[in-house]
């Protein structure tokens, strides 16, 4: 949680992309989109549909929630928000319209595939019903939001790394333990299938936000 940020940061001085000026309609964002998230992730830790292995924590809550839970919510989406704004600026020229299509069309493909997988399951159902929505919306809109697919598929690169180690990825023991009976048994590694579903969700969700604060209220 303490890496995840700092190379958005310390690029965000860049001249061309200038994210700096944008930070704190970022951080904003990423605080308003955090609480519904955090008041689901609260419910279900208390119904041990996942868990914390206290080992890997500092022994700090809000709630049942371990401090390091919680800035996960503000510094990943901070983090994807910047590959947000450096996409839009280098991939300005390209005409995205048929792959973000096919993005669209796959991926609602993959949406359903996990969300038959884990019918029943209240993880699945909840994060799949979601993202099924946002899909849904932004292939809809998509000619609005041209650089959301290349945003969230750069940004499973870094989600996929950290999620992994969270999952128990090269360690002896997961950071993060999932109830089997609530999820699907799809795994990519140790990562549950759900999770990019839920991923893309809590992304793209802070850049829609970001992107109201920022046209509402200019940079700075």
């Known amino acids: 949680m303490v890496l995840t940020p700092l190379g958005p940061m310390a690029l965000s001085f ?80 390209l005409n995205l319209t048929v792959f973000n299509t096919i993005f669209w069309v796959l991926f609602f493909v993959y949406a359903i595939f996990v969300g038959e997988a884990g019918m029943g399951c209240w993880y699945t159902t909840v994060a799949i019903g979601l993202g099924l929505i946002l899909i849904l919306f932004f292939f809809i809109t998509r000619k609005k939001h041209p650089f959301i697919p290349l945003t969230f598929l750069f940004s499973m690169l870094p989600f996929f790394l950290v999620n992994g180690i969270l999952t128990g990825s090269f360690l002896k023991e997961p950071i993060v333990w999932y109830n089997s009976s609530q999820f699907s048994q799809l795994r990519a590694f140790t990562i549950p299938l759900e999770d990019v579903v839920y991923g893309f969700g809590l992304i793209v969700l802070n850049i829609l936000v970001f992107k109201f604060f920022v046209k509402k209220f200019g940079k700075g």
């Open 14 to 93: 860049d001249k061309r992309v200038h994210f700096v000026s944008k930070w704190k309609w970022a951080f904003l964002a990423a605080i308003i989109v955090a609480i519904p998230y955090l008041i689901w992730d609260e419910i279900f830790t208390q119904q041990l549909f996942w868990g914390f292995n206290e080992k890997y924590l500092v022994d700090l809550n809000i709630g049942s929630l371990p401090i390091e839970e919680v800035s996960f919510f503000i510094v990943v989406p901070f983090a994807c928000t910047f590959i947000y704004e450096c996409v839009k600026y280098y991939f300005r020229n």
